[in-house]
């Protein structure tokens, strides 16, 4: 939720800092704020509420911030305390500074606790709190690491820490739990950060630090200690992505330009699967028998990954005629679910470090279940968590909005339900290639015609753009797929969206539905077409707009519809990939049009860490 980097070497901290930041602000952008220390070696902490851009006016101000060759800084994304330049972090005493992203549960205690110690605060953030108890650690003990080791034993919650002390210049301490947190190595010294693009620009060579462990980090280089402080060696790792991956090229955004890089992260993630023309999923545990015995398959995730599996769900159902639940993360962990050894839980997560994620598949591990994690971030805690794991290659997703992570994962959730269905003798092997074929050569090729066509999407998006409301209808997989568009729209456009079954609208919900409500139809399947095409008539009966969003070819009423948008003909399984990409389109544009920050909508933020 919040993003934290951290630089010590030979070269100016300032601009790296600031750099790292910019590049983590998708996890956070209500303020920022870093700590440097001076060329004399004294320690300053400077922040300011709002964007980057705030804090780097700020930093004109300060001498010392175009000579100092050390410091940590971090981007906010607001839990405790509104957005101001007091709650920004850093926070700490003139002995100590730290930043933190994650939620210090037992702040209150710890606060009241160091208030009868003499402490006074000046902030509402729960951070306040833990820096306050380092420094307590730290007047007790005389030594940062011993400081930070007692301190983490009191917190409650999740943590990741940057801490620089002013007793030891150009060192950066670092520890961890529940929340990312890597190391990185680069030719004029070293750094720590959430997330790997911050670094990228400088280095490929890093390394992730684990639950509990403590990094100190010099010039020179990094050591890690285990929280007995025994020395732990581990060896750097070559970044899997370049610096490109985390700017923004020849694209406005980094939304657009994550939905045009669709068709080749849709082929680099099932690529890998596929053996002998099959899908393969015998690296992540899982051969035919074994698939085959699993009782019950969860899906359980949060947001888009969610919706991933809401598809999953019904291409799993249709193939292999195999039931799979799909659960809401933050639900199913306070549940008790029904589970042991005999099921399966699979956790489908871009980032790997949802809290609400983690926490479902710490639990279903409890269980006896055996859990897969379908994951972007390579090492991220879910995918060193789960019992298997299965990569997308959608390489960074940067925008808040997900869009090619949803995609790559409908393809792993397509090709899991097709070896499903191979498992339980429902699809025989040569259909088995042939579905697979289908998936990774020819959707990819049914994306590129949207992208190419994006201009209608942009021209729709203009004629409903001041819409109060709008509505995203289906049946069966095009349900599915309403409600990640529906998601789609509200987030960066602020317009109020909802996703209903097509035939579920007059239910209810047609009262709502008036002379500037559009309501979005997608219907790529020809054997619900008749159906949803009369739900569509009820809507223009009550003065709706429709956009209808249907294959090439299909013989539509035009009284059905307002606008029509086609979707390039095929097998009508595969055309909820070309829809979701009109979708995720659609709620660029219209954003656009409203000139909303579409890559960091309010409130919200890329990776949610908290619960
Ligand atoms: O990193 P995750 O896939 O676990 O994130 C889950 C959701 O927070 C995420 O998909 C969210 O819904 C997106 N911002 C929606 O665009």
Redesign the pocket.
């Known amino acids: 939720m919040c993003g934290i980097i951290g630089y010590t070497g030979s070269e100016n901290a300032v601009p790296r800092l600031l750099e790292g930041l910019r590049t983590l602000e998708y996890r956070g952008y209500d303020s920022a704020g870093i700590a440097i220390f001076s060329e004399k070696n004294s320690l300053t902490g400077i922040k300011s509420k709002g964007r980057i851009e705030n804090l780097e006016a700020k930093l004109s101000y300060f001498p010392d911030a175009s000579v100092s060759h050390c410091g940590i800084g971090h981007t906010r994304w607001a839990t405790h305390g509104e957005p101001s330049d007091i709650n920004s972090h850093p926070h700490g005493t003139p002995r100590v500074y730290i930043v933190h992203n994650g939620i210090i549960e037992n702040y209150a205690e710890l606060k009241d606790f160091l208030i009868s110690q003499g402490y006074t605060f000046s902030s509402q953030t729960d951070t306040e709190a833990a820096a306050l108890m380092i420094d307590y650690c730290y007047n007790l003990t005389q030594n940062p690491a011993d400081a930070i080791l007692s301190a983490v034993k009191r917190f409650k919650g999740s943590y990741a820490i940057g801490a620089v002390f002013s007793s030891e210049p150009g060192k950066i301490y670092a520890i961890r739990k529940d929340n990312p947190l890597i190391a990185a190595i680069s030719s004029d010294g070293c750094f720590i950060a959430s997330d790997l693009p911050a670094v990228l620009k400088y280095t490929d060579n890093y390394m992730r630090i684990d639950e509990g462990e403590l990094a100190v980090v010099e010039q020179s280089g990094i050591k890690i200690y285990s929280p007995d402080k025994t020395e732990v060696k581990r060896d750097f790792k070559k970044a899997e992505w370049d610096v490109s991956c985390a700017t923004k090229g020849e694209y406005p955004h980094f939304m657009l330009k994550e939905i045009h890089e669709e068709p080749t992260a849709l082929f680099q993630t099932l690529y890998p699967i596929i053996s002998d023309g099959m899908p393969n999923f015998d690296s992540a545990g899982l051969n035919d028998t074994r698939l085959k015995k699993f009782k019950k398959i969860y899906v359980v995730?949060?947001?888009?990954?969610?919706?991933a599996g809401l598809v999953g769900k019904f291409i799993a159902e249709k193939m292999a005629r195999v039931p799979l639940e799909v659960e809401i993360?933050s639900e199913f962990r306070y549940k008790n679910p029904i589970l042991d050894k005999t099921d399966m839980v699979i956790?489908?997560?871009?980032?790997?470090?949802?809290a609400?994620?983690l926490a479902a598949l710490r639990l279903a591990k409890q269980c006896g279940a055996y859990t897969l994690g379908v994951v972007?971030?390579p090492g991220s805690s879910?995918a060193r968590e789960a019992d298997g794991v299965i990569y997308t290659h959608a390489g960074p997703?940067i925008?808040?909005?997900?869009?090619k992570?949803?995609t790559v994962?409908l393809g792993i959730m397509y090709l899991f339900a097709f070896r499903l269905a191979y498992a339980h003798e429902k699809m025989d092997s040569s259909q088995l290639r042939k579905y697979t074929q289908e998936l990774i050569t020819s959707v990819p090729e049914l994306i590129h015609k949207i992208l190419d066509t994006q201009s209608e999407c942009a021209a729709i998006s203009k004629k409903y753009k001041n819409a109060h409301s709008a509505f995203f209808i289906g049946r069966g997989l095009d349900y599915a797929l309403s409600s990640?568009a529906a998601?789609?729209l509200k987030?960066?456009s602020y317009i109020h969206s909802e996703a209903y079954a097509a035939g579920e609208l007059k239910h209810g919900t047609l009262s709502l539905v008036c002379e500037d409500t559009p309501v979005f139809a997608f219907a790529g399947c020809a054997d619900l077409l008749d159906k949803t095409i009369s739900n569509l008539r009820e809507v223009r009966a009550r003065g709706g707009k429709v956009v209808l969003i249907c294959q090439q070819g299909f013989q539509v009423p035009s009284d059905s519809y307002d606008d029509i948008l086609y979707l390039p003909s095929c097998d009508q399984m595969f055309t909820i990939f070309p829809a979701a990409t009109i979708a995720q389109l659609i709620a660029y544009y219209t954003s656009l049009e409203l000139g909303r920050d579409i890559d960091r909508p309010r409130n919200?933020a890329?990776?949610?860490t908290v619960e």
Do not use: F, P, R, W
Not at 399 to 403: H, R, Y
């Open positions: 995730a949060c947001g888009t990954a969610m919706h993360a956790i489908i997560s871009q980032s790997g470090e949802t609400d994620s972007n971030v879910v997703e925008a808040v909005a997900s869009t992570a949803y994962q990640e998601l789609k987030e960066i919200l890329k990776s949610v």
